[in-house]
C-alpha cells in the first residue's frame, strides 16, 4: 500500500503542487514556513474528514476560508492521491480525487472518485463517482469476465453532501476499492509526538500502536514486553546503543492500576521514572516502540525528528526510517538536519520553497548541479547547509 504521487490544488499554502514517483521514503526540508507541516495535514485533514466528514475537519483547522489558499476561495480544494492498493489479491494503481466548494457559505464535496484500470489497457475506470452526496458505486468490480459496459452500479444518496462515500460504503466487503481506501486511510500515522504525554503513567489497559500523541507509551511498551519479547529486545538493545548510561526500560504496574515507566541507568540502584529522564530518551524510547511496531502503519508521518536528540543518532534514525518503509511501511519525515540529509539519497529528497508567496516542491534528483556534486562525493546535508537548494536558507 505505496503511495505513488500527491496532487494538492488550493490547500493554504499550495496553490497547485504536485509529487509523483514517491519512494518508500521521503524527506522534505525547506525554510520555517514553506509549508512542511501543511504537507503532512493533508493526510491528517483526510484522516479526520473520513472519522468524521469533510465540515468537521475544516472547522479544525479554522473553516473552509483558512484553509483554502488566499486569494482562491471562489476555487475549489482538490486533493488527488493515486497508490497502489491490493484488490482481490491483485495490486492495482488506484487514484482517489477530492474536491471540495462552498455551497451557500457550507463546505460540500462537489467530485469525489476512485478509479483504477481493471486490465491492463484501456482508461481507469470510476468504481465510486459521487457529486454532492449523491453517486454510484460498483457492485461487481472483481468479476472480470464482464466488460466494463457490463458492470453494475448501485446508486446511493448520502445522508449529507460533506459527507465521504468511502466512509460508508467502504464498511461493505462488496465495494472492494472503497473498503481497502478506507483501511489504508484509518492505518495512517500522522504523528503529532509530545513529550510532556508520553512521560506520565497512564490508566493500566491495552495499546498495540503508539498514539498519534504517544500518551500510550507505557502501554505499548507492555504489549510489546508480553506479546512481542523478541521485538522489545531488539528495542531495548538499540536504547543501550544510543543512550548512554541505559541499561533496561520497564513498564511497572503500581498498586493504583497504573502503567509507570522506569528507566535503569547502569551508574544507578534504583530506576529513574520517566519524569526523571531527560527528553531526548523519552523522545528515543518512543520511536523506537512506533518504528518496531509489528503491524506497520501503510502511511508514517514524522515532523522534525532531530528536536530532542543528539546529532550523531541521526544517521541511524535515518536508517530505521528507512528498514520501516522496507517492512511495507511508506515514511515521510520533515527535517532541518544536515545530519540527517547526510544518510538519505538525493532522490528522497524533496524541498519546498515559496515564490510570491505559495510553495513548489522539487525533488533534489532533478538538480542537474546537486547531481553532479553529489556524484563527486558531495553529501547532501553538507550541500543544503551551504545553501545550494536553490531558495533554500537554513
Known amino acids: 500500500m505505496k503511495i505513488e504521487s500527491l496532487s494538492i490544488k488550493n490547500f493554504r499554502v499550495f496553490q497547485s503542487v504536485k509529487i509523483t514517483k514517491m519512494p518508500g521514503l521521503c524527506v522534505f526540508v525547506g525554510a520555517n514556513g514553506t509549508g512542511k507541516s501543511t504537507l503532512f495535514d493533508v493526510f491528517g485533514f483526510l484522516k479526520d474528514a473520513l472519522a468524521g466528514n469533510v465540515r468537521t475537519a475544516l472547522q479544525k483547522r479554522g473553516g473552509f476560508h483558512e484553509v483554502v489558499t488566499r486569494g482562491h476561495a471562489h476555487e475549489a480544494i482538490e486533493i488527488s492521491v493515486q497508490c497502489r492498493l491490493l484488490i482481490n489479491d491483485v495490486e492495482r494503481l488506484v487514484t482517489y480525487r477530492l474536491e471540495i466548494c462552498l455551497d ?8 469525489e472518485i476512485l478509479r483504477y484500470k481493471r486490465g491492463k489497457y484501456g482508461s481507469p475506470y470510476h468504481f465510486i463517482d459521487f457529486q454532492k452526496g449523491k453517486g454510484y458505486a460498483i457492485v ?48 495512517w500515522h500522522v504523528s503529532d509526538f509530545h513529550i510532556s504525554e508520553a512521560r506520565p503513567s497512564q490508566d493500566a489497559g491495552y495499546a498495540e500502536h503508539l498514539s498519534v500523541r504517544g ?32 541499561k533496561d526500560v520497564k513498564a511497572i504496574e503500581t498498586d493504583d492500576g497504573r502503567i509507570l515507566l522506569k528507566f535503569q541507568d547502569d551508574s544507578f540502584k534504583d530506576p529513574f521514572i520517566s519524569r526523571y529522564v531527560s527528553d ?13 511496531d509489528p503491524a506497520p502503519h ?25 528498514l520501516y518503509a522496507e517492512r511495507g511501511g511508506q515514511v515521510l519525515v ?30 533534489a534528483s532533478d538538480n542537474p548541479l546537486l547531481v553532479s556534486l553529489a556524484a563527486a562525493g558531495d553529501l547532501p546535508g553538507a ?4 545553501g545550494l537548494f536553490d531558495g533554500v536558507d537554513p
Open 140 to 187: 461487481n468490480e472483481d468479476d472480470f469476465n464482464k466488460e466494463d459496459s457490463e458492470l453494475e452500479r448501485e446508486e446511493q444518496t448520502l445522508d449529507s453532501p460533506d459527507i465521504l462515500a468511502i466512509k460508508g460504503l467502504g464498511q461493505f466487503q462488496r465495494f472492494k476499492a472503497a473498503s481497502a481506501f478506507r483501511q489504508l486511510i484509518e492505518h
Open 383 to 386: 550541500l543544503w547547509k551551504q
Open 104 to 111: 451557500n457559505n457550507r463546505p460540500v464535496i462537489t467530485s
Open 280 to 292: 531526548g530518551t523519552i523522545k528515543m524510547f518512543a520511536y523506537l516502540l512506533l518504528l518496531h
Open 298 to 322: 501503510p502511511l508514517l508521518c514524522v515532523e522534525e525528528p532531530e528536536n530532542q536528540l543528539y546529532p550523531s543518532l541521526m544517521p541511524e534514525l535515518a536508517e530505521e526510517f528507512r
Open 334 to 363: 520533515s527535517s532541518h538536519s544536515p545530519d540527517m540529509l547526510n544518510s538519505i539519497q538525493l532522490s528522497e529528497i524533496f524541498w519546498l520553497k515559496k515564490e510570491q508567496g505559495l510553495t513548489i516542491i522539487q525533488r
Open 215 to 246: 500518551d500510550n507509551t507505557a502501554l505499548v511498551a507492555q504489549y510489546l514486553y508480553e506479546q512481542h519479547p523478541d521485538i522489545f529486545s531488539q528495542v531495548l538493545a538499540k536504547m543501550k546503543q544510543r543512550v548512554p548510561g541505559i
